[in-house]
C-alpha cells in the first residue's frame, strides 16, 4: 500500500509529539427514548462540545440536536405537519453570532430536495436555501475541503441514478451551489475525499466500486473530473463507506467496504487491502474513523472500525482498533438486535499537567418493542503530552509489570532534577500523585499499588521533570 506523504511542516509538528493510545469503550447507553424511531445521526464538534443531529420519525420526520457531553439538551430544530426532514448533516462555522449550516433533505415543496439552514448559537434557525433540486436519493455524505471558508468546497450526490458534483460556496451569511459536472450515468452510495469520489454502481446482477478523481490541468489552469475507473470491478461490494478524519489531527482519506464477510481498504480509490475483523461472522454496515500522530506509527494503522455482525437478537456491534495492538472488541452483548453504527470523532479536553484527551463515539440502533432507539458509547481515541520520543521515555521513566494486578513498580531517573509522578486515569483524571522526587544520578523505585476506588483498565505514568513530561501507558488487571 502507498504511504502517504507529509509535508515538511506536519512533520515538523508530529515530531515534538507522542501520542500514547488505548481503547476502551463505556457501557453501552440508550440516549433517545425507546417509543419511537430514531435514525441518521451526525456528530459534529463545536469547541469542547459534541453536537448529534438526528432524525425522529412519526407522523412526519423531524431533526433533533443534542449534546452527547452531558446527553441532554434534546432540541426541535425542524418539524413541521406535512412536512418530512431528514439526512442532517452539520458544518461548523466559528462564528460569534452562528454556530454553523444545517443541511438536510426536505419535501416543503412537495418533492425531496436538499436544503441548507443558519444555525445560530440560540439554536434557531434561518431561512431554508434549496440547494439541489429534485435530488431523488441525494445522499451528503462531506465536503472535499473540510474547512468553512470562502473558496468552492465538493459535494457529490445522485439525481435520477447518476452521479453527479458540484461546488458549494459557504459564508456566514450564505451558501449556494454551482459547477454542476456529470461523474458516472449509473451510480449510487456516493462518497467524497480528498480529490476522489467513489460510488456503488449496479452491473450485470451485482454491485461494484467505481472512482473519480479531480485533477489539475496546468494547460488550461483548471481542474476537471477523470474519467470513471474501477475499484473493485469483481463485484458483490456492500456498504462502500468514506473514513471520518479527526478535526484536530492531519488524516488521509480511506474508502472501507464489505464483501464475502471481509472488510477491504482502499487508499483515495487505490491499493486495496484487507482490514482485519477478527473472523467475526456476517460482517456488515461498516463505519470507519483515521488520523496521524505521532511520527513512529504509520497512518494507516490509526483507525476505529465499527461493524454489526451477527443475525436476528444476536445482532450486535463490534469494533476492531489495529493502532491499539489489541483484538476487536464487542461494544455491545445483549439480547437485543444493535445494527448500523456510525463512528465519529467527538471533542477533546485537557487531561491536566499538559496533556488533553480526544474522544471517540459510536452511535447505533438499538431494536425494542417495535421501535428504534439510539445507543451510544464512548471511547478514548488519543492520549497526547509534549514530550520526547519512547527511546527518551527509557532512559528517565520505566513500569513494570505491564499488565499489572496489585502492585506497579515504577523505576525513575531524574538525573539531579527535581520531579513530580502522577498518575492519571482514563478520563484524565489524577489518581495519586509523588511529589519532591530527586534521584541522584540513579534509578529510584516508586511502587503504587491501586485501592479499591481504582477500577481495572487503562492508567497513565506521568513523569514531570522541569518542563519536560515523560508517560507509559500501564494496564491494571
Not at 419511537?36 to 463545536?46: E, H, L
Not at 472535499?144 to 473558496?151: G, K
Not at 466500486?209 to 475499484?231: A, E, F, L
Not at 520531579?419 to 483524571?429: D, F, K, S, T, V
Amino acid at each position: 500500500m502507498k504511504k502517504p506523504v507529509f509535508t515538511f511542516a506536519l512533520v515538523i509538528m508530529f515530531s515534538i509529539l507522542n501520542a500514547q493510545e488505548y481503547c476502551e469503550w463505556t457501557e453501552p447507553v440508550l440516549i433517545t427514548d425507546t417509543n419511537s424511531v430514531y435514525a441518521n445521526p451526525f456528530v459534529s464538534v463545536y469547541y469542547e462540545t459534541s453536537w448529534m443531529f438526528y432524525e425522529k420519525e412519526g407522523d412526519n420526520t423531524s431533526i433533533y440536536k443534542m449534546d452527547l457531553n452531558e446527553i441532554s439538551n434534546n432540541i426541535v430544530l425542524l418539524s413541521s405537519s406535512g412536512v418530512n426532514y431528514s439526512s442532517p448533516f452539520f458544518r461548523e462555522f466559528w462564528d460569534n453570532s452562528l454556530s454553523g449550516w444545517l443541511f438536510y433533505l426536505s419535501d416543503q415543496e412537495g418533492e425531496q430536495n436538499l436544503y441548507s439552514s443558519i444555525l445560530y448559537e440560540n439554536d434557531s434557525l434561518g431561512e431554508p436555501i434549496k440547494l439541489i433540486e429534485n435530488p431523488n436519493n441525494l445522499e451528503v455524505i462531506d465536503f472535499m475541503i473540510p474547512t468553512l471558508d470562502y473558496s468552492p468546497n465538493k459535494l457529490v450526490f445522485t439525481l435520477d441514478s447518476s452521479v453527479f458534483s458540484c461546488n458549494i460556496y459557504l459564508s456566514p451569511d450564505s451558501v449556494y451551489t454551482d459547477n454542476v459536472v456529470q461523474l458516472d450515468t449509473n451510480g449510487f452510495n456516493t462518497e467524497i475525499g480528498g480529490s476522489t469520489a467513489i460510488w456503488q454502481c449496479l452491473e450485470m446482477d451485482s454491485l461494484h466500486i467505481k472512482k473519480s478523481d479531480r485533477v489539475y490541468n496546468p494547460d488550461s489552469g483548471s481542474y476537471y473530473w477523470t474519467i470513471p475507473t474501477y475499484v473493485d470491478s469483481i463485484g458483490n461490494s456492500n456498504y462502500l463507506t468514506t473514513s471520518r478524519l479527526s478535526e484536530f489531527w492531519y488524516g488521509d482519506t480511506y474508502f472501507v467496504w464489505e464483501k464475502n464477510d471481509t472488510v477491504y481498504g482502499s487508499y483515495y480509490g487505490n491499493d486495496v487491502f484487507v482490514i482485519n475483523t477478527n473472523s467475526q461472522p456476517n460482517v456488515r454496515e461498516i463505519s470507519m474513523v483515521n488520523w496521524a500522530m505521532g511520527v513512529k506509527t504509520d497512518i494507516w494503522d490509526l483507525y476505529y472500525l465499527c461493524f454489526t455482525i451477527g443475525l436476528g437478537d444476536s445482532s450486535e456491534i463490534f469494533s476492531s482498533q489495529m493502532f491499539c495492538n489489541e483484538d476487536g472488541v464487542f461494544i455491545t452483548n445483549n439480547n437485543v438486535p444493535d445494527d448500523n453504527p456510525e463512528v465519529y470523532f467527538g471533542e477533546s479536553s485537557g487531561a491536566g499537567s499538559g496533556g488533553w484527551l480526544q474522544y471517540v463515539y459510536c452511535i447505533w440502533q438499538t431494536h425494542i418493542n417495535g421501535n428504534i432507539a439510539l445507543s451510544m458509547s464512548k471511547s478514548v481515541a488519543e492520549f497526547t503530552w509534549s514530550i520526547n520520543e519512547n527511546t527518551a521515555v527509557d532512559n528517565y521513566l520505566k513500569v513494570s509489570p505491564n499488565p499489572f494486578r496489585e502492585l506497579l513498580k515504577i523505576n525513575i531517573n531524574t538525573y539531579n532534577e527535581h520531579a513530580e509522578l502522577r498518575i492519571l486515569n482514563i478520563h484524565g483524571q489524577q489518581v495519586a500523585i509523588f511529589e519532591n522526587i530527586n534521584s541522584i544520578n540513579n534509578w529510584q523505585s516508586i511502587n503504587w499499588q491501586p485501592n479499591s476506588q481504582n477500577p481495572k483498565g487503562i492508567y497513565f505514568v506521568v513523569l514531570n521533570l522541569e518542563g519536560k513530561k515523560f508517560a507509559r501507558k500501564v494496564v491494571l488487571q
